[in-house]
């Protein structure tokens, strides 16, 4: 079966690198096709990524507390470039301080991304929930 | 005296420069002006007439190589997927080729862009998309519609590989096209070179069937390359060196003619400072920016447009000029040769506009994004800020008599504080106007260019470090 096409990045004007490493070598080692857009990236970078490269989800990480802002509208622009039903997870530590998972789970479900990630989420979740959405 | 004839037919002038093979020397040069009503061959003839005269002693002509704008260039239809990424990396290949990329267009094409297409002129087609195993349906329709519209312009192929055995279907015998590797085999990763040598390949095939050049084509033994991708050719030759000659390292190449501003930078252009992070589509080593509205006369009024009285006030007493009169006078007579004082000091003040301006649009920006913990930076384009040389070519610095000073409007300024432009280069000039001619030489001796190089481009200022100006 051909390698599924991820795009993985951090968002906005957020420099935290030391995720988006280990995120890379795990999803690589685990067999998926990564296309890793690195830090203090936007929103536009993720999508014309995605569509070049025909990929089947996008990774947004947020570390630094502004990840809400980052990704506002993030799911209408990918529909405008015509990428359709793309998968959208979202992960790091997406707001500011301890707010109540819940809320901040359905505030970025509402988004239009498909999953969301609470701070500290294992890579091997990540890996079995990509695998199930995808299919392999 | 055994020697190489090189030669450039340009869009101004063609030039004629005869090479000692043994002494590795400039023997003589020669240049006639034409135009584009005039028979290249007349330029040719008169060009060489003017050359022989100065020689005086029996020569023995090896090899005749040219080069040539004649025509206005070589003429590129550039087509990608996403504007910023395998569009702008198949116009970079377009231009590292030496092309006009006359436009660049992404996306599915739709029926009107491919009439455009169709009357626009072009000598070829890039036609990329898609990553290697990325996207496919983008470069397959746009095939399609370049196979339906019946479109009689060469296509090179360079896009993602998947598709190639589809695209080469789809084309059959309609279409004639190259299949060469993909612009942008992954992401923000480019590959200019093998689309570039295909390019040339195909020039050389075709572009001497045209224009008038059949007729001096059997005296030489081939038109290798488009001016530009000569002069690029040279620079990467001097830069890089060979395996038994070393090269100066990094450059940039400023060459202002009567049409364009061109700049040719080799070097990696990393970022000179640590912490800065890298971002956008990858720079290719050798690389070459080309600006329409900046030349000395047949774009001079766009010169005013781009510069306002606001740069131009900075390189010139403006008091003293009615500008506006001043730039029609370059583009109504584009063969005006400035004779007194005020107009050469006019001509160089246009220069340093067009130097300026042309380096900032080549040269990366660093951009500031703040944090609680200080600022940190996001570098896109080249950082050229510790580059050590700048060559000046072109008309208007090979005669001036301190071409440095017009160099010095391409170093960074605090006005300025994104540009990665040159801090405090030297500056070297193309004294005898060979660098298209070297460009070609290094086809054949690629030793004896770098070394004729290193003997014909001269110091001629800058990085004085303060003690001497
Ligand atoms: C190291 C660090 C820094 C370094 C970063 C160095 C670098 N270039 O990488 C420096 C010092 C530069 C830094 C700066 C800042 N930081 Co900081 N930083 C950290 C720290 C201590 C560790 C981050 C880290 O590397 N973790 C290790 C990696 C492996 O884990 P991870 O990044 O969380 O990623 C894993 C998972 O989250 C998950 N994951 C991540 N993304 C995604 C996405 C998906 C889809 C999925 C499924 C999973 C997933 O998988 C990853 C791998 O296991 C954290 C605190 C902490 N312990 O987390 C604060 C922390 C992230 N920083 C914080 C802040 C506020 C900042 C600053 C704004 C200022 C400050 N106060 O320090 C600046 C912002 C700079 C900027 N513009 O980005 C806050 C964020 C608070 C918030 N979100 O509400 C934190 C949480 C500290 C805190 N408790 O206050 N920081």
């Known amino acids: 079966m051909d ?6 990045g951090v968002i906005g004007s957020d420099c935290h690198a030391v995720g988006n490493k280990i995120l890379d070598h795990s999803l690589t080692a685990a067999g998926f096709n990564v296309v890793n857009i690195g830090v203090l990236s936007p929103q536009e970078d993720f999508i014309n990524a995605a569509i070049e490269t025909n990929a089947d989800a996008i990774l947004v990480s947020s570390l630094y507390g502004h990840g809400e802002i980052d990704c506002r509208g993030m799911r209408d622009n990918c529909e405008e470039a015509g990428l359709k039903d793309i998968l959208l997870y979202v992960g790091g530590n997406i707001v500011v301080g301890k707010q109540d998972w819940n809320e901040v789970h359905a505030r970025f479900k509402d988004m239009g991304f498909d999953r969301v990630y609470p701070p500290g989420t294992s890579v091997e979740t990540s890996i079995h929930d990509l695998r199930e959405d995808l299919g392999n | 005296m055994d020697c190489y004839l090189f030669i450039d037919f340009g869009s101004t002038y063609t030039k004629v420069t005869l090479v000692d093979i043994a002494k590795e020397e400039i ?12 028979d290249v061959t007349t330029g040719y003839n008169e060009a060489s007439r003017k050359l022989f005269s100065k020689v005086g002693q029996e020569v023995n002509i090896v090899k005749k190589l040219a080069c040539s704008s004649a025509a ?11 504007p910023e990424l395998t569009a702008e990396a198949a116009k970079r290949a377009a231009i590292g080729a030496g092309a006009r990329v006359i436009k660049t267009y992404s996306h599915n094409l739709n029926s009107s862009e491919l009439v455009e297409i169709k009357i626009s002129n072009a000598d070829m087609i890039l036609l990329a998309g898609g990553t290697d195993g990325g996207n496919s349906d983008c470069i397959i329709h746009n095939a399609e519609m370049i196979a339906k519209h019946e479109i009689d312009i060469p296509v090179v192929v360079a896009g993602n590989k998947s598709c190639n055995d589809e695209i080469t279907n789809i084309f059959g015998d309609t279409v004639e096209f190259y299949i060469t590797e993909n612009v942008m ?10 689309a570039r040598e295909t390019i040339r390949n195909i020039f050389m095939k075709q572009i001497v069937h045209a224009r008038g050049m059949e007729n001096v084509e059997e005296s030489i033994s081939g038109i290798l390359m488009p001016t530009p991708a000569s002069v690029l050719k040279a620079a990467e030759t001097l830069s890089l060196g060979t395996k038994d000659e070393e090269g100066i390292g990094d450059l940039a190449i400023v060459d202002i003619g009567g049409a364009t501003t061109d700049i040719h930078s080799i070097g990696e252009g990393a970022p000179s400072k640590p912490g800065v992070f890298l971002r956008g589509l990858e720079e290719p080593v050798a690389k070459r920016t080309v600006e329409g509205d900046l030349g000395m006369r047949y774009s001079s009024t766009s010169v005013y447009e781009a510069a306002g009285n606001r740069m131009m006030k900075k390189y010139l007493n403006i008091d003293d000029y009615d500008l506006e009169e001043e730039f029609r006078k370059r583009n109504d007579n584009t063969s005006f040769l400035p004779e007194n004082e005020k107009d050469i000091f006019f001509d160089e003040a246009m220069a340093k506009v067009c130097a300026d301006i042309s380096m900032k649009r080549h040269a990366g920006i660093v951009e500031s994004v703040y944090s609680p913990l200080g600022t940190i930076h996001s570098q896109t384009g080249k950082d050229l800020m510790e580059l050590p040389y700048i060559i000046g070519t072109g008309g208007v610095l090979v005669n001036s008599k301190e071409p440095a000073n017009i160099l010095e409007a391409v170093t960074f300024t605090i006005d300025d504080p994104e540009s990665l432009k040159p801090r405090n280069p030297k500056f070297m000039i193309d004294k005898e106007y060979i660098l298209s001619a070297m460009g070609l030489l290094a086809m054949v001796d690629k030793n004896m260019a770098v070394r004729m190089l290193k003997k014909y481009i ?3 200022g800058g990085n004085t470090n303060g003690f001497e100006k």
């Open chain 2, 185 to 194: 085999p992954s992401l923000n990763n480019i590959n200019v070179v093998p």
């Open chain 2, 27 to 38: 023997v003589a040069t020669a240049k006639s002006y034409t135009t584009v009503e005039t």
């Open chain 2, 72 to 82: 206005g260039g070589l003429k590129i239809v550039a087509i990608g997927l996403v």
């Open chain 1, 3 to 8: 390698k599924k096409t991820v795009v993985l």
């Open chain 2, 458 to 460: 001269v110091m001629c």
